[in-house]
């Protein structure tokens, strides 16, 4: 496999592929098209031949790509064939949704625990996580060698978490509080804001007039 | 203005700025240049002076914006100098966090109602908004002049809910369910997947070996 730079957005796109190629080789699929796994996932079959020509020798010319060593080595890419343990700061409703979420243990992201300021909150969860202490925090990502690290906490705290979270050893952050966090250039941030995507859309239905 | 069609990751960068512009204005700030705008967002300099390039007129060539103005023409562009109402489908805790998240109002988007298909989950919620049926989606929908929807469900349900909303005469979706959407060309759909954005992180990760 040519390990080139792969851009970001094409790595969203492997993420979805992905996620559909699991699926159908779990259904027990050998051969799948690029028309078939573009309409699964809403892309050009044209943009999924040129992601996938990364992995060319799983294409059968005309026919499609072998499913099962397809999938293997694009999850062996995205690096979702191992186990990565994650913490969530942020024990409000966005964080309990965190950390409930079925679909991050299928890939490969296990929540060891959720940390937040508030006593009133810390305790075990009825799914069986505990939310700890902020104080818990360095030695927890020491322990348990975490590297991903999850801000559900308002905009005004997420500076100081992600400092705390850098400092414990952290170096890959989704953000979920709406404000720009600045980090050192070695830490990667994802940010996830849900305004940003509401004005995506009020910008589309304002065009329309 | 020029009225030029704008690329949808220039939208996203505009959301940006007009948080924090919004922010300066408030501050009493007359003047800003792009070198603090790229800075606060995390955007370099020169990206920002292309993309406020569609908003000539309230630069000072040497000097900076003017803060207000631009403001209030990018707010204006982005269509968030109105009121935008929208439901949440889904009631559990990741439809809550968002029910319940102040940002939105700030910009403009009024939660006017959840909906959730489980009786349990229905009734009237601590910060005074309503739980509401499935069955009154539709009136809702058009009662209030409704275009915005977004979808808390799992994805199992969730291709079922945005048939639903697009019945009802929804055409602009934030789809949180980790699963393609399969919409009608008009109806513009915005994913938020959490499972895609720890992957790009994970496949980072990776290439740092």
Same mark, same amino acid.
């Given at each position: #496999?040519? #390990? ?20 159908? $080789? ?5 051969? %799948? ?5 573009? @309409?699964?996932?809403?892309?050009? $079959? ?52 965190? $950390? ?11 929540? %060891? ?56 050893? %952290?170096? @890959? %952050? ?32 304002? #065009?329309?007039?």
């Amino acid at each position: #496999m040519k #390990m080139l730079k792969i851009p970001e957005p094409t790595v969203v796109r492997l993420s979805l592929y992905s996620r559909f190629l699991n699926q159908a $080789s779990s259904k027990g699929i050998d051969i %799948i098209s690029s028309d078939e796994i573009g @309409a699964a996932v809403g892309i050009p $079959s044209a943009q999924v031949r040129k992601d996938l020509s990364y992995f060319g020798e799983f294409g059968i010319r005309g026919v499609g790509y072998r499913v099962r060593e397809l999938c293997s080595q694009v999850d062996k890419l995205l690096c979702v064939n191992q186990t990565w343990p994650v913490i969530i700061i942020g024990a409000g409703h966005l964080g309990l949704a965190m $950390s409930g979420y079925r679909g991050l243990q299928d890939r490969g992201f296990d929540v %060891i625990a959720l940390f937040d300021a508030n006593p009133a909150k810390q305790g075990e969860l009825p799914n069986g996580l505990s939310v700890l202490p902020m104080e818990r925090l360095a030695e927890t990502v020491r322990e348990k060698d975490i590297r991903i690290g999850i801000i559900t906490v308002p905009a005004d705290a997420a500076q100081q978490v992600a400092e705390a979270l850098i400092a414990a050893g %952290i170096t @890959a %952050i989704i953000n979920f509080a709406p404000t720009v966090l600045n980090v050192p250039p070695e830490v990667k941030v994802r940010n996830i804001d849900l305004t940003v995507n509401l004005e995506v859309l009020s910008f589309n239905l304002g #065009m329309r007039g």
